[in-house]
């Protein structure tokens, strides 16, 4: 299970002194046991699944702490932000290529019978269960746009 995986290389990066993955994976697991704790699965503990969900909402809280770093001109900030989210990114499935997720997203667009960017939430709405964790809602909203777009 990830959450295993998880507690173990927080062992090694402990015994190795390596100071961003051990906090990275410490606020992590925190995360997870709060997910367990708030849908009550404290004694089972959470899915693989649930956990890489945990993990894409810690990766979009960095990425935007990231951005926002970046605008407040705080770059020593940003760069902390990004070794935290290059730890997290190790955990998560890579995620598809634009070239798959056009595909999935046209077959999203055929099967709503979307015409324009009106249909936007009816193709997000279809495709995201297909998508979910396969790839950023950023990613694959701006290719929904673009498809759209392209139809009109």
Do not use: C, H
């Amino acid at each position: 299970m990830l959450k295993q995986t998880l507690e173990a290389d927080l062992k090694e990066a402990m015994k190795a002194g390596n100071d961003v993955v051990r906090s990275t994976l410490r606020m992590l697991l925190s995360a997870v046991r709060n997910k367990e704790i708030e849908i009550r699965k404290k004694d089972i503990g959470l899915s693989d699944e649930e956990v890489i969900e945990t993990i894409n909402t810690e990766v979009k809280r960095r990425r935007d702490a990231i951005e926002g770093f970046q605008k407040g001109s705080r770059p020593e900030l940003a760069a902390a932000e990004e070794a935290e989210l290059l730890v997290l990114q190790k955990y998560l499935p890579p995620e598809l290529a634009d070239e798959e997720l056009a595909r999935v997203v046209q077959n999203g667009i055929r099967e709503t019978n979307a015409k324009s960017e009106k249909d936007f939430s009816a193709v997000m709405k279809a495709i995201m269960p297909v998508l979910k964790g396969k790839a950023s809602g950023d990613r694959i909203s701006a290719i929904v746009k673009r498809e759209l777009s392209g139809n009109a």
